[in-house]
């Protein structure tokens, strides 16, 4: 099985060989040959991949221990779980995976973007083999996950860390790695643009999913990886400023920086060159970061694997990127330049946009610099000089509540240049709401700067989010005629990005609240005697008991205590330590109790214990608001959903269905249930550009189907469909001859008549000459089926004429051949 | 244009000199020398005052611990103790939660001052080196304490 394995990844590093060379050799010539011929094989190179993963996972299921990977990672009685998530446990099976992922995501990328950006693809092809040419590479000649061992297989492995044995990490790993290589996607459109040099927003277009993907998953794994220390480290924390953590979270702030800045591309035509570095660093800086953790350069508390081979390999890799990439921005700075306008004022929304887009830099650079810092101060001065924590909170703190700021401020702000009239109208409830806030929490007692900014500030983008969506919502009602919470959803629907956006934002604003909690949390360490209490907070807590279980797997010690709130039992909590049978010489396991309400979370730890008198040593943290930053997250985590689904996910809302479908419906009876408020229809019909109304009947319905928009511009939409002005217009022509109360025919009579001819028309009129219109799809299905069936005959009659041909039926050579054949027998 | 030009430069030369400004006082404060016990012993006048993180190895047999408080005293020495050569040795008096990991020959690093009187190492604040296979992506080390309170 190993050499199927390394077989299969030599395969692998041949074919995307093949596929970066003969695609741009295609993409040269013009020959579309060579180019399908590259994607076949980036399709091959998937299919490969997936079949080295399935063998790794075999391996680890049938207990192969000859593979060290296998005999590293797991044992025979590791649970089957854990077994299959040691695929991506160590250093050489992440890669595997890496890969693994990577062509997935490819195959699907160029799938998708084959027809649609033909221009681009070749280069895409070329770029992604690349990138898989140098992470096969690192495991063909250095970490090979198929490596056997030299001497005799182990008779059972040495198991995955205890530690690691936990169901966050078992998905934070893949989740982060996801969120890693899907940032390879952006990188190979953005690099197929420069070298093609079309630079317009097709290549945007085809990568904005692909980040928001990415991004999300990102963030996602980020938030995993907290949840772990939190439970498993029993520091009552989730974010040390380690450099684990923060190779993770540097890709993170510039991917998030791109997010932002693309709509201003879009919108605006700006930042075409700051988009393109930004895709380029955002890929650096996934490999950057998988370089920190992987390659010993950083010394961390984690032992890494101290691996200057390795750290070789990634620089030179690093290096290459760099130099190739930004060669490129400059090569095609003056394609880049071109038209794009100059910024008309800060005070507008892009300008809000740029701020924060360097503000996100400024973090990423600087979480990178504090990181590299021990390592770079030890190459110029020769002596180790670490930063804590503390100096990484000292700057994060002032702009993570400026950033905070901003998520307010952008969408309070017009495009192009806001007027003052419109700054009063827009910043009136916000700013308000922050007022509001800051007067009650100084009256509540509440003194802590930092923490009053932050809620301050939360209040203020909760109010603005608020406000978009309820000034879009009531415009939406007023257009369409529906209660609020369609409009609501239609409004959401419409613009799908933008208010999915503001979700996410919502889920940041929890996320804020959650670190300014953090400001108030209580932390004591008392030994305590059996029967003895202590009082951190609110809380008092007594040492009832300490018991000791043993178990099949693990000795469990268990201390029981007793939480009190104000003279009142309110909770036994159980912190514990277990000694694990299968690793005597490992230290036990501590096991904080953590006891999570809305408010705050009550975190015991402990941390040593006198097993004869039952005294034990506690460590007590109050967390406030802690469980606010993973609901965050999950608001996170729907808004992005939003934001990606599909098109047609949202036309049970959409302008299309009349108000008394089912589905409005039931909405409207939840919103009165919910608020008692009756829904006022109106009758005013007048259309925003942009928006679609109501069609009042059926007929104006289909109708609306059949008649094609005349503007030019747009892809001959029917009237359901198109927004543009024209399209409006004919709504409106619609409407009129609907209620002036002609039938069908005459309509299209008129219409006909109007504009000389049936062009309006999305199909034919079924009759006559146009009847031929209406065959021609099906006559062409015809002859191709027809013409398959002639090519194949041919094809299949060739080749069986030929060996006929080639050999004559000769009796007497038939003879001999029988004689020799029986000799034979 | 030229115009244009000596504007940005102005401006990114004040916002370089502010960043650098800023990064300077903030490290003076953040930045913790990292030092073994040998460096530490040879460089101990020119670290005086100074805040630092000392790693050594806990020699085997030296712990000692006062019943039912968190008062330790032990013994680091710069070497691991299987290289037979110890090293420089130091005594450290320690208080606070000690990790899982804390016992003879176990790799630790104490976050602390040195004053005229001797290294205080920060109360809660030992952090001890896991050396075993723990090489997945994660997040933090197993059974390491981080220090209280960052």
Redo the contacts between chains.
Sequence with gaps: MANLGTFLLLTSFVLCAYAAVVSVAGARRGSRRLIESGIGASYLVCALMTAASAVIVNAFMTDDFSIRYIAHESESAQPLVYKFTAYWGGLDGSILFWVFLLSVFASIAIYVNKERHRELIPYVVATISTVEMFFLYLMVVHKNPFSTSVVAAPADGTGLNPLLQNYWMAIHPPSLYTGFVGMTIPFAFGIAALITGHLDDSWLRAVRRWTMFSWLFLSFGLMLGMIWAYETLNWGGYWGWDPVENAALIPWFTATAFLHSVMVQERRNMLRVWNVTLVILTFFLTVFGTFLTRSGVVQSVHAFGDDPVLARLFTAFMVSILVFSFGMVIYRLPLLRARAPELDSWVSREGAFLVNNWILLFCAFFVAFATMFPTLSEAVTKTRITVAAGFYNKWMLPIGLILLFLTGLGPLLAWRKSSLANLRDQFLWPVLGLVVTVAGLFAFGLREWASLTCFALCAFVTVTILQEFWRGARVRRKNTGTDLLTALIGLVARNKRRYGGYIVHVGIVCIFLGFAGNAYKRDETKVLEKGQSMTVGAYTLRNDQVKIFEEDVKQSIVAYVSVFKRGQQIDTLYPSKSAYRKHPNDPPRTDAAIRRRPGEDLYLVMTSLEPGTQAITLNVVVNPLVNWVWLGFGILAFGTGIALLPESTFTFAMAKLPVEAATTTTVILLALLLTGFARTASAQHVEKPGSISEPTTALEQQMRNEIGCTCGSCAHEPLSKCTCSQAAEMRQDLRAEIEAGKGHDAIVASLIEKYGGQQFLVAPVDKGFNRLAWLFPYLLGGVGVVGVGFVALRWSRHGQAAPAEAAPVDPELNERLDDELRNLD | MTHRYIKIAVTVVVLALAFGFMMWS??R???????HVDEFVAEQQALQGKTL?LEGYVVPGSIRNL????QYRFKIQNNPIRSGDPGNVLDISYS??????F?GEAQV?L?GKLSSDGFHPNP?GM?A??????????????????????
Aim: proline residues 15%; glycine residues 10%; hydrophobic residues 25%.
């Design positions: 903030t490290l404060d953040g930045a913790e020398y990292y030092k993180r019943p039912n408080t968190m606070g939660t000690v990790p899982d990991t016992k690093v976050p809660n952090i080196k896991c050396p075993s296979k723990y090489e997945a992506a994660g997040s933090a080390p197993p059974g390491a304490a981080h220090p209280a309170g960052s």
